[in-house]
């Protein structure tokens, strides 16, 4: 692996934290395996898929209790920044939903196998802090008789979905990567991304998305995918998963088989995709047969129905036919599968959840995410065992590939993190500069009209600023209009901000138009426009005042459907600050706009006729 040190201005080392061992040592983990890193002489980043190593690793399974091997099977959310010294309101919100105080607690109540990091349960504050949290839940797991280092985990998709912000290191998301159409841009961010995880303690990332996003109605995905063509979209999710792996992280391609093309968001309801079994095989299938020839690490199930794969009318993390028939059987994949959250309405729908676990399992899935009540469900799970209809050895085919995967992950050689790494290798001005090279290489130019774009600083000095401004996505700077406007600033012009959100009354409309009577030029960002929505009204009014407007699509790529008399539109595809600032040097004539759109846009009039179809971009 490169150094990712490279050109980075070292900060003086902090102490360590309170969950900080003051000098991890590897004779704990050590004497804690019995001997097992011996018998995967392979190395950290090796399969432990030798005779030698499973047998280690089944003698590791063999002396723990049931419960053990129950809770290994779980992956867990809880709140707090500190494993053992939360805040007081963590504290009550652990006891609320969990019934535990702290990390240590679920862990020596529950033995799980894993833990999940968000930012809203206040595990991410800063990446010192973070550090300090995997390592304090790494000591407090081997302090448990037969104790096993966790895997930790999170969704740092970049883009929309990042739960580690700034000052780590954000690329753009999937979609722009896309637009970029480089997979060695894909790859560098999973080889970036996946250092800096590894050296916050969190060894598996729910990334990438590996749906093929054919709906532009879909609510749940979008440009969370890298497009709509199966193939590219193939391409970009195997370089991707290369780079995170090569870091030492172990990639998840979701939502398996497949949720592109679905109109319900499976947090909230229960989707249904009606393609046919060949549609699907050469459409969704694509991009997971490309992950698991890449070495995929594990995969993640779709809280979806497919009637054409099974008839049964389960979701998908609950069939046996296409997850143990498809997934391990057709396309021949033996790594390890984790369900969607077990919180979300589409794999709550049809059964309790006593028995989502149980039934998850009986499909193929090895690790269970994110149950809403953890001790219904791993209380389900041991009584299925102990109730005859799970049998011990099924338990045991999963924990194996759970632990194959700590294994080659390096965790049971020594699963702690040292603070001085922290500043050599997270948000350095190397990966920085990656992230702002990259995005240049993203954003795509859909409508030029008379050459307006490049503003010029000397016929347009005055640019106004409006638009959305959804919350951060990332912990970035924030908001979006306030970020156009600095980067505009900084790049010679005088632009002001005014935020008139995603669906601004009249009185908001009245004043932005008002402001544009002083400037030499308005940007626009717009987020997710619709034909009767008050944003597109706003455009509207703006372009009525005779004043060049640039619109900038700072989510769906879409919105350039509903606005046909702006004077120039560009798809960032997120509103994060790294996106916003490589438009805003579009805009200026600072970079040349590159990126080719990677899914088509419809008329807005007639959804059956493309407007732009998927390579379409301008450039200067």
Not at 482 to 493: D, N, P, Q, R
């Amino acid at each position: 692996m490169r150094d990712s040190s490279t050109g980075s201005t070292r900060r003086p080392s902090r102490p360590a934290g309170p969950d900080t061992p003051s000098r991890p040592s590897r004779r704990t983990v050590l004497a804690a395996t019995a001997g097992v890193t011996a018998a995967l002489a392979a190395g950290p980043h090796a399969h432990a898929a030798g005779a030698r190593g499973d047998t280690a690793l089944r003698a590791l399974i063999s002396r723990m209790t049931l419960e053990e091997k129950v809770g290994q099977l779980f992956v867990m959310r809880v709140y707090g920044h500190s494993a053992t010294a939360p805040d007081q309101a963590d504290i009550d919100a652990n006891l609320e939903e969990i019934g535990v105080r702290t990390a240590a607690e679920l862990i020596a109540k529950y033995r799980v196998g894993g833990i999940i990091y968000f930012a809203w349960a206040h595990n991410t504050r800063d990446p010192h802090q973070i550090a300090a949290l995997s390592n304090g839940i790494q000591r407090a797991s081997l302090e448990q008789p037969r104790g096993l280092p966790l895997l930790i985990s999170t969704d740092q998709e970049h883009g929309i979905v990042a739960r580690v912000g700034k000052p780590a290191t954000l690329f753009p998301g999937a979609m722009a990567l896309g637009a970029g159409g480089s997979r060695a841009d894909a790859r560098e961010v999973g080889r970036v991304g996946g250092a800096e995880l590894r050296a916050l303690g969190i060894r598996q990332d729910y990334s990438p998305v590996a749906d093929v996003n054919v709906n532009p109605a879909n609510p749940v995905i979008g440009v969370r995918s890298f497009g709509a063509d199966p193939d590219a979209v193939a391409g970009l999710v195997a370089a991707e998963v290369k780079g995170y792996q090569a870091s030492g992280v172990a990639a998840t391609a979701k939502h398996f088989p497949g949720h592109g093309d679905t109109a319900v968001d499976s947090h909230f309801g229960f989707p249904v995709i009606t393609h046919s079994r060949e549609l699907w095989s050469t459409l969704d299938a694509v991009p997971f047969r490309a992950a698991i020839r890449a070495g995929i690490d594990s995969i993640m199930t779709a809280h979806i129905m497919v009637p054409a794969l099974d008839p049964a009318g389960d979701p998908a993390t609950l069939s046996h036919p296409i997850l143990t028939g498809i997934l391990r059987g057709e396309l021949g994949y033996d790594g390890l599968v984790v369900t969607d959250a077990l919180g979300m309405e589409g794999v709550r729908t049809k059964y309790g959840d006593d028995r989502v676990p149980v039934l998850a399992l009986k499909a193929g899935v090895d690790q269970l995410l994110n149950p809403p009540d953890l001790d219904v469900a791993w209380n389900a799970v041991l009584n299925a065992v102990r109730g005859g209809e799970l049998t011990e050895a099924r338990l045991d085919e999963s924990i194996l590939r759970v632990l194959r995967l700590k294994s080659k992950l390096g965790l049971l050689s020594d699963p702690y993190v040292r603070d001085a790494n922290v500043d050599r290798v997270v948000g350095t001005p190397g990966h920085l500069r990656a992230a702002d090279r990259i995005a240049e290489r993203t954003t795509t130019l859909l409508v030029n009209k008379e050459g307006l774009l490049p503003l010029s600083r000397r016929r347009t000095p005055r640019v106004l600023v409006v638009g959305a401004d959804p919350a951060s996505p990332s912990l970035s700077d924030g908001p979006p209009t306030t970020v156009l406007a600095g980067a505009l600033t900084e790049l010679g012009f005088t632009a002001t901000a005014l935020s008139t959100g995603t669906a601004p009354s009249a009185a908001t409309i009245a004043r932005a138009v008002a402001a544009a009577a002083d400037a030499d030029a308005v940007v626009v960002g717009t987020y997710n426009v619709t034909a009767t929505g008050s944003q597109k009204t706003l455009v509207e009014r703006l372009l009525a005042t005779g004043v060049p407007v640039i619109a900038v699509a700072v989510r769906n790529p879409y919105d350039i459907a509903q606005l046909p008399g702006v004077g120039a539109c560009l798809a960032a595809y997120s509103w994060t600050d790294v996106e916003l600032r490589a438009a805003a040097r579009v805009i200026a004539g600072r970079a040349d706009p590159r990126g080719r759109l990677p899914v088509p846009v419809q008329r807005a009039d007639d959804p059956t006729q493309v407007l732009y179809p998927i390579g379409y971009g301008l450039t200067y």
